[in-house]
């Protein structure tokens, strides 16, 4: 039962524009939510975070959304650049009633075209 | 700037064989953690340590076990290896529950 789902495997997008990706959870006890970046043979990076007593954080060119009442979030980035080309994670906290387990969606891949 | 630190970052084992996995981490962080992601997975929690004496089953503990040396250092040990023990393992830490966990740049494990 995948509590933390990225519907969309890849997503391609032209240098400049805006890049979108999205991510849906089931558990309504997740009460915070990070974003990962991951390059290919390198550990995840911590990008960015919202807890949901806000529906909207921002750094630099990042933006997250979320929006409870339909257990969706999203993570902006703009513009896109081509070193934004990696793999983007979503996780929450508290699967299994503990806080310190985080539950990862499967990833998409962002490639971002100069 | 280490950050996280994991050995080996590749390892071929037989099935059956042990091996112990290391890592440590230098920001003083109480939280320690080992996932592993397989293809097309997310990362799956094995076990974490909350804090130094204490550790906790995650998603997928089975196979492995876990030891909590010092506040530095979790490190992860597979008894007797299986095929689908096959994957890339990962170390992260963390100040605590809801802080940003940093990743160690992960272990290459295959199992013949």
């Known amino acids: 039962d995948q509590q933390v789902k990225q519907n969309s495997p890849s997503l391609s997008v032209q240098e400049g524009r805006i890049s979108i990706l999205n991510c849906d959870y089931t558990n309504s006890m997740f009460d915070y939510f990070l974003w990962y970046k991951k390059y290919p043979a390198e550990g995840p990076t911590f990008l960015i975070s919202?807890?949901?007593?806000?529906d909207k954080n921002e750094d630099g060119r990042f933006t997250v959304f979320l929006n409870k009442s339909a257990k969706h979030l999203s993570l902006h980035i703009v513009p896109s650049q081509p070193g934004d080309s990696a793999v983007y994670f979503c996780a929450a906290p508290n699967s299994g009633g503990s806080n310190y387990k985080l539950t990862f969606g499967k990833g998409t891949l962002l490639t971002v075209n100069p | 700037n280490a950050g996280v630190t994991q050995t080996p970052k590749f390892q071929v084992l037989k099935t059956g064989q042990s091996m112990t996995l290391q890592c440590a981490q230098d920001?003083?962080?109480?939280?320690m953690y080992w996932y592993r992601q397989d293809p097309g997975m997310g990362l799956r929690l094995i076990y974490y340590?909350?804090?130094?004496?204490?550790?906790d089953k995650g998603e997928v503990p089975n196979g492995y076990n876990v030891s909590r040396l010092n506040k530095r250092e979790f490190s992860l040990r597979l008894e007797s290896a299986a095929p689908s023990q096959t994957s890339v393992y990962f170390c992260a830490s963390s100040e605590g529950p809801y802080q940003p966990q940093h990743f160690g740049d992960g272990t290459r494990l295959s199992i013949l």
């Open positions: 919202i807890s949901s007593i806000k």
């Open positions: 920001m003083n962080h109480n939280s």
């Open positions: 340590s909350a804090s130094e004496g204490t550790t």
